[in-house]
């Protein structure tokens, strides 16, 4: 990579935020720090919208052989599934003593909701790698594309920042702090809103398949509508006090639910990491994760909302 060093080496993740203007400026970037992870036999994963992984390709030359990737808009669809993406390529290569990653989550044709799910994920790595192997993760962010906002909010996820040739710490950074706090916007005036509790499955699950009926969704959309609020709401159930309130409504070509209860989330990571055979807690919001277009969780004091879209 072409930037002078101005900081120390990796302690266990090295998180770094990659501003970059167009394509030669990303190529200038990325290009050098995956074939200096090639000559040091460390393992790389690329993930990215699948024309920059054409860039890669044809800028590496044979040296694109060494390097797996993985498109963007399939992988990490939903910004929650990214984290057990790195951590399945960790896995697979048990064997090495470091790994290098390029992420780039947040791209221009995200919606504003997805573009502060991609910050919310940024901030989770902190987290989610904090021991083990080294692994060094690059995460570009196109300041030509992108919303100012989007780019100054790469500051306070990330704790190395390259830009202009130069790597410097962000000023900026936050350790992850209030991750899941904050309000979402409220639904809408005309959004259908059901009280449930114990024994309320049936109805959660009719209430459920009409507002994705209505959308008119491809059945599998109606199967995976129906099925996260079966899941959302036995959670709210078990661990949130007992009971709580879905709501749902339409927004463009989704459907929305909301599952609101009086719990509080206590790990921030629920959701992101697949549950071992033997664990049930987190099983049901990962397997939300995993059918759902998107998943905003916010929790605090006053209770959680998690709030779905899917098509």
Known sequence: ????????????????????????SFLESAVPFIREGIRADEPVLAVLERHKIEWLTDALGDDALDVFFEDMREVGANPARLIAAWRRFGSAHSESR??????????????????????????????AFNGGRDFWLLCPYDTQALPESVVEDARTTHPLIAEGGT????HSYEHAA?????????????????????????????????????????????????FAAGELTANSVRHGGGGGTITAWSDADSVVLEVRD???????????LRPHVDE????????????????????????????????
């Open 178 to 226: 209030g991750v899941l706090a904050g309000k979402l916007p409220p639904p809408p005036a005309d959004a259908a809103e059901l009280a449930f509790s114990s024994g309320s499955g049936r109805e959660v699950r009719a209430f459920a398949e009409q507002a994705a009926r209505s959308q008119g969704l491809r059945p599998e959309g109606v199967e995976n509508v129906v």
């Open 262 to 272: 009086a719990g509080v989330v206590d790990n921030p990571l629920v959701g992101r």
């Open 167 to 170: 790597e410097h710490p962000s």
């Open 1 to 24: 990579m072409n930037v002078t060093r101005t900081v120390g080496p990796t302690a266990v993740l090295r998180h770094e935020a990659l501003f970059y203007g167009g394509k030669t």
């Open 280 to 311: 049930s807690r987190g099983r049901g919001l990962w397997l939300v994760n995993q059918l759902c277009d998107l998943v905003q969780i916010r929790s605090g004091p006053h209770g959680t909302a998690v709030r779905v879209h899917a098509s």
């Open 98 to 127: 470091a790994l290098r990653g390029i992420g780039e989550p947040a791209t221009p044709e995200r919606s504003p909701e997805a573009l502060d799910e991609c910050r919310r994920h940024e901030a989770l790595l902190n987290i």
